[in-house]
């Protein structure tokens, strides 16, 4: 079974700083891959970034990355320089890649970011 | 495009009552996903379709849920008989492969079931 722990559960960062939002992940899957979506007060689940298990290099999007760590089984999302449309809920999930499976997500409890002044 | 689209985006309900759900994923998704966000639960799973496959409804939480796809297309999600612990944001998402793509969700129904 597939597990994601998201251990903050409130954020706050001043505007144009960076942040990091902690997600580690358990998995018995070889194979498996990584999102973190973006849930602001209008409710819909926004795709920010994905990392792949086998991926060598940190998955960037524009002022999001992931700070992968495998060995560590965590998959911390950075955003840099935020700003006040940052503040949201933010949520790390994973799948199973492996062709056969429903490949459904498992999501975490998420972190509320708030961005200050 | 257009992204995914859910209607309608609140229900207000009276227990016992049965719900319809829709949805409509990206024109061309193959996959489309049910999840459903509640205060005590967080976000879960309940059903997957994959084009003509049987679905997956190993996440429907009993057997007054049910869902179809019609035509590959649009999806509609019942809930029969209501219970108040059905009160959630029931969302859609759609990807156009299902072991490798990004899903994409729409933007929710809130039940409430009163």
């Known amino acids: 079974a597939q597990k994601i722990t998201q251990t903050q559960p409130g954020m706050f960062v001043q505007e144009k700083e960076a942040v990091t939002l902690d997600c580690t992940y358990d998995?018995?899957?070889?194979?498996?891959?990584l999102f973190w979506y973006k849930q602001p007060s209008s409710g819909e689940m926004i795709f920010l970034i994905y990392q792949g298990s086998y991926d060598q290099q940190n998955a960037t999007e524009g002022r999001y990355s992931l700070n992968f760590q495998k060995a560590r089984k965590s998959a911390n999302l950075v955003i840099s320089a935020s700003q006040l449309g940052d503040s949201a809920m933010y949520f790390c999930a994973m799948r199973d890649l492996r062709t056969g499976t429903a490949s459904k997500l498992t999501f975490g409890t998420g972190t509320r970011l708030q961005v200050t002044l | 495009g257009a992204g995914v689209s859910q209607s309608p985006s609140n229900k207000v309900t009276e227990k016992g009552k049965d719900v319809e759900l829709r949805c409509d994923p990206i024109?061309?998704?193959?996959?489309l996903y049910w999840y459903r966000q509640s205060l005590g639960q967080g976000l879960e799973f309940l059903i997957y379709?994959?084009?003509?496959?049987?679905?997956?409804k190993s996440g429907l939480p009993s057997d007054r849920f049910s869902a179809e796809r019609t035509g590959g297309s649009v999806s509609t999600l019942t809930i029969q008989r209501t219970q108040q612990e059905d009160s959630a944001v029931y969302l859609c998402?759609?990807?156009?492969?299902?072991?490798?793509?990004?899903?994409?969700f729409g933007p929710g129904t809130r039940l409430t079931v009163l």
């Open positions: 998995t018995s899957d070889p194979s498996y891959g």
């Open positions: 998402a759609s990807s156009s492969r299902p072991y490798t793509d990004t899903q994409y």
């Open positions: 024109s061309g998704h193959t996959a």
């Open positions: 379709f994959q084009g003509n496959s049987a679905p997956d």
